[in-house]
């Protein structure tokens, strides 16, 4: 073990300590006289969106919202749940069935953004996120002085998988240049995060909404560089401090949460075994080589330890004990890669009771 691996882990930990540094954050107690609307997309959320509908009655500062909530043929009593506890607070709106041609979530957003009316804002959650009572106005208000047309404040992730959920948030803080990112007008240099986005309702119908992405998996990615086609900026931003997510509640649906849309991240298999590749060479590696070269080795996965620790300090993440698995997370991340390239191959991707078929998702 040599400096050609040192090297470049040392430059990552650099990079993502930087990206911290930088990272864009929603002001707490921040105010807007701007129309914004709430759109929030459900199918059979009805055991888990009581505190997400509840932080959303909440919001505070953001004179003119409307929260709009769409039923996507749910069959466990959802609207029933949203009608008990919001009465007509909420704009509850029946889905329309489902489309040739189109993925589930973009075709809800879809409704959703034609629902909203003439507004200036759109904020897009999903049923998991619990926002802070100043959260729509601190994103709004960071919205417009980041200038972009999409932002995507990545929330706090709660509940199951903690070795593996954190990657989320550390591999755009380590390998994403995040105001290159901002600066640069090429769409594939883009990310975002579907919990929760933000975007001027200009830029999104320029970028022609959910219409343009109607048969991407990872429609979050896919509009915002469909939002950096139509000339506009995006921006990702710390949300831990006025929102959490809890994604999953066992290991179980991670799992197949993963399946279903981890596959798309990569270009193709050769170019997701290519990352791995690189993932296990600089940080599962490094813990193997211990009895061999036991100073270098210490050193490579203490450097893969601190990029994991800046991440968690950064994104409200717990960053011990959890930090010093990092090899064990990256070999999970691996083994969910190959999971999710398995069931594609074997056509079973499937969410919420829908099939995802093949020849949509290519």
């Given at each position: ?6 090297l470049?882990l040392?430059?990552?930990?650099l ?5 911290a ?10 105010t ?5 609307a ?12 009581t ?5 959303l009655?909440?919001q ?25 506890l ?22 809800a957003?879809h ?10 804002v ?12 100043d ?8 919205l ?39 600066r ?14 933000v975007?001027d ?7 022609g909404g ?22 506009c ?5 710390d ?7 809890r994604?999953y ?9 993963y ?13 997701a075994?290519?990352?791995?590749v ?5 940080y599962?590696?490094?813990p ?22 800046i991440?968690?300090?950064?994104t ?6 959890d ?14 890669i ?5 069931r594609?191959?074997r056509n ?15």
């Amino acid at each position: 073990m040599t400096l050609l691996l040192l090297l470049p882990l040392l430059l990552l930990t650099l990079h993502t300590a930087v990206n911290a540094r930088l990272l864009r954050r929603p002001h707490r107690g921040a105010t807007t006289g701007e129309r914004v609307a709430v759109l929030l997309p459900l199918r059979d959320e009805a055991a888990r969106v009581t505190p997400c509908l509840r932080s959303l009655l909440a919001q505070r500062g953001v004179p003119d919202l409307t929260v709009h909530v769409l039923d996507d043929g749910s069959t466990d009593g959802t609207a029933d749940v949203v009608r008990a506890l919001a009465g007509d607070r909420v704009r509850l709106h029946t889905g329309a069935p489902l489309p040739a041609g189109w993925l589930g979530k973009p075709h809800a957003c879809h409704q959703l953004a034609g629902l909203a009316g003439d507004v200036d804002v759109l904020v897009l959650v999903d049923a998991d996120v619990v926002l802070a009572p100043d959260a729509v106005a601190g994103a709004v208000d960071l919205l417009r002085r980041s200038g972009t047309g999409l932002l995507s404040p990545y929330p706090k992730i709660v509940g199951s998988g903690r070795l593996v959920q954190p990657l989320l948030q550390w591999s755009w803080l380590t390998f994403l240049p995040l105001r290159g990112m901002e600066r640069s007008p090429r769409p594939s240099l883009a990310a975002a995060g579907g919990q929760w986005l933000v975007l001027d309702r200009a830029a999104y119908l320029r970028a022609g909404g959910h219409a343009a992405v109607r048969t991407e998996i990872l429609e979050d990615i896919a509009l915002a560089r469909a939002v950096k086609r139509s000339g506009c900026r995006i921006a990702l931003a710390d949300g831990s401090r006025l929102a959490t997510c809890r994604m999953y509640d066992s290991w179980r649906e991670l799992a197949d949460g993963y399946a279903k849309s981890l596959w798309a991240s990569f270009g193709s298999a050769a170019g997701a075994a290519a990352v791995v590749v690189l993932l296990l060479l600089l940080y599962v590696l490094p813990p193997l080589a211990l009895p061999i070269a036991p100073g270098t080795a210490l050193l490579a996965y203490l450097l893969g330890v601190t990029g994991r620790l800046i991440t968690a300090r950064a994104t409200g993440g717990r960053a011990l004990p959890d930090a010093l698995a990092h090899p064990l997370s990256v070999v999970l991340f691996a083994v969910l890669i190959a999971r999710s390239f398995h069931r594609r191959r074997r056509n079973r991707l499937s969410w919420r009771g829908r099939p995802i078929r093949s020849e949509i998702a290519e």
